[in-house]
């Protein structure tokens, strides 16, 4: 009898389990529990396996392979990280973590845009109707590639866990995007662990900058903050579900649709930090009054003498 088809996640499972609890009769992150809810769905489900969750056949599929899209394409990317992610993702949680971890985080963020099944929806809309099987994969290789060119220009911070603050969810695509109102800023946002996600800020890099040597800066998110957060991952672009922690239910419970683009107030988002906005971290004194000024002139106000 031949082994069973291992099932393809576009989340991978072992880095879900980092958002629940560990199972007690089986080792390993992938067996960790979780509970979910669907968008399509008032009631939570759970606790659920990490590995029953964020997967579907045939998503990577190949009809006819060539030298440049291999059948197993996809897998090969995957095995690039998905090894270290779990690790790499807790030892955020604090400052102890290597060059090897960030590269790790890099790579997840790198490739997290192409895994999920709603790339299907984005390349067909980009590439024209009824366009062969295929040239969706080759779509997915290149949009790997141009992502890293994406996080060439941006800054990257360390969200961590305030003290009293709840616990980071996450949806199915594993990032949440984020606009900042007062600045017309785009960011997104790569929950890492219940405790910790890595915030990108979008067009922000500055000369001298090197993302890949490690976030431009750490930050505690206070409570009120991270439940924002928390509610602007719901609302993510055709995402099919949320998890959290099994304590989480009632979270899970009370998300809402909104139906827009979070949009991010002048939160205070800090513990500790008097940055009142949640991308101060990412720009220059000059760049944040000059947003702040054009923000205000568009609302018919004069900034503060």
């Not at 649709?257 to 979070?262: F, K, N, R, S, Y």
Request: a neutral charge.
């Amino acid at each position: 009898m031949s082994a069973a088809r291992p099932l393809p996640h576009y989340l991978p499972a072992a880095f879900i389990g980092g958002f629940g609890i560990p199972n007690p009769r089986r080792t390993g992150g992938r067996y960790a529990n979780v509970c979910m809810r669907r968008r399509d769905s008032a009631t939570v489900a759970g606790p659920l396996p990490a590995e029953k969750v964020a997967a579907e056949f045939g998503v990577y599929d190949v009809e006819r392979p060539t030298p440049s899209l291999p059948a197993d394409f996809a897998d090969k990317l995957w095995e690039q990280y998905e090894g270290a992610l779990p690790t790499a993702a807790v030892a955020l949680e604090s400052d102890g973590f290597t060059a090897q971890h960030w590269e790790a985080i890099l790579l997840h963020v790198q490739a997290q845009s192409i895994r999920h099944p709603d790339f299907d929806r984005v390349a067909t809309a980009y590439l024209g109707a009824r366009v062969p099987r295929d040239v969706i994969q080759e779509q997915r290789q290149i949009t790997h590639r141009e992502s890293r060119q994406l996080m060439s220009r941006a800054r990257f911070a360390v969200l961590r866990r305030g003290n009293h603050a709840p616990r980071f969810l996450i949806n199915d695509k594993g990032y949440t995007s984020l606009l900042d109102l007062e600045f017309g800023a785009r960011s997104v946002l790569f929950p890492l662990t219940g405790n910790v996600a890595v915030l990108m800020a979008t067009d922000a890099v500055q000369e001298g900058d090197d993302y890949e040597a490690g976030p431009y800066a750490v930050r505690r998110l206070n409570p009120k903050a991270l439940r924002f957060v928390n509610g602007a991952s719901w609302d993510q672009v055709n995402t099919r579900a949320v998890f959290g922690h099994p304590d989480d239910e009632q979270t899970l419970v009370e998300l809402q649709h909104t139906g827009q683009l979070a949009r991010l107030p002048l939160l205070g988002p800090y513990q500790g930090n008097r940055e009142p906005g949640l991308l101060d971290w990412a720009f220059t004194f000059t760049e944040i009054r000059t947003r702040r000024e054009r923000w205000l002139s568009n609302l018919g106000l004069s900034p503060p003498t």
